[in-house]
């Protein structure tokens, strides 16, 4: 009733980038905060960024000063901008939103997740 699809992940040089995106589509009344994740392969999965549907913005230490999250709320997406990767940014990342839906007895908030997107950094 919910997806989310991911795109823009791929392999690049070190010292490049990549722009990711996320849709959210069906059934969405709205859409709270969105955020990006990733796993690396023998990891945890673990936060890349985050932000409120106001705009208020939150990034991991990794990431600071080198990935630019944003959002359009009139399409429901959310993008990550990743400049100056580096190969331990190698992983699959996964596009997260907290939607107001409705489903057949309710209206409510559920978690929902993409399928992820793979991103390859070379040295």
């Known amino acids: 009733q919910v997806q989310l699809v991911e795109s823009g992940g791929g392999l690049v040089q070190a010292g490049g980038s990549l722009r990711l995106s996320c849709v959210a589509s069906?059934?969405?009344?709205?859409?709270?905060?969105m955020g990006w994740y990733r796993q690396a392969p023998g990891k945890e999965r673990e936060l890349v960024a985050t932000?409120?549907?106001?705009?208020?913005?939150n990034y991991a230490d990794s990431v600071k000063g080198r990935f630019t999250i944003s959002r359009d709320n009139a399409k429901n997406t959310v993008s990550l901008q990743m400049n100056s990767l580096k190969p331990e940014d190698t992983s699959v990342y996964y596009c997260?939103?907290?939607?107001?839906?409705?489903?057949?007895?309710?209206?409510?908030?559920?978690?929902?997740w993409g399928q992820g997107t793979q991103v390859t950094v070379s040295s």
């Open positions: 997260n939103a907290q939607v107001l839906r409705r489903d057949s007895y309710a209206v409510r908030w559920a978690d929902y």
């Open positions: 069906g059934s969405i009344i709205s859409i709270n905060a």
């Open positions: 932000i409120t549907s106001a705009g208020g913005t």
